[in-house]
């Protein structure tokens, strides 16, 4: 049975777990990408299984359930922040394929592409989607000379992926 210390101890490890992988879980959830939340769970991972891996060596009769939480709260913020951040970028691709779908219905009917993606709305599409489900997650659409660009960022603040309308395929560049 663990003492009462180890039982506070427990609990406040709990608490920081909580804080460390919540505060930029809370800063992602504004752009989206996830980046931020990544760096951060895999450090605490590592710290959290230092920790553990020291209160094994520093017992003989560990509470093996208190060290496997400890070591587990980390790991499934990772995996919880990785999960999401596929999901954005899986929605991401989806809807700009459903712009770019529009954007070409738009062009055989009006012999042109878009000026802006509210032309689209709500002949070729309902309204203009998100590309992810974030506070800074909407598509830019850039027109000129001739040019329609789609892009969104995928992994701020860095990875942007494009669709050039004009030659429909996905880059993604830093």
Known sequence: ?????????FWKFLLVSLL???VPAAVDVADGGFIF???VCSIWLLFALLVA????LGRVHGEWRAL???AAIPLLTFLLVLGNALLQNSIARSNALRIVHAAQQYRAR?????QRLDDLVPTYLPYVPLAKYALLGRFEYLTSSGSHILLWTSIP??????YRLEDPRLVCLD
């Open 68 to 70: 496997m939480v400890f």
């Open 157 to 162: 603040p860095f990875l942007r992926c494009t």
């Open 110 to 114: 009006n012999g042109a592409f878009p």
């Open 53 to 56: 891996i020291i209160n094994v």
């Open 20 to 22: 460390i992988a919540g």
């Open 1 to 9: 049975m663990p003492s009462e210390d180890e039982k506070a101890y």
């Open 37 to 39: 939340s990544f760096a």
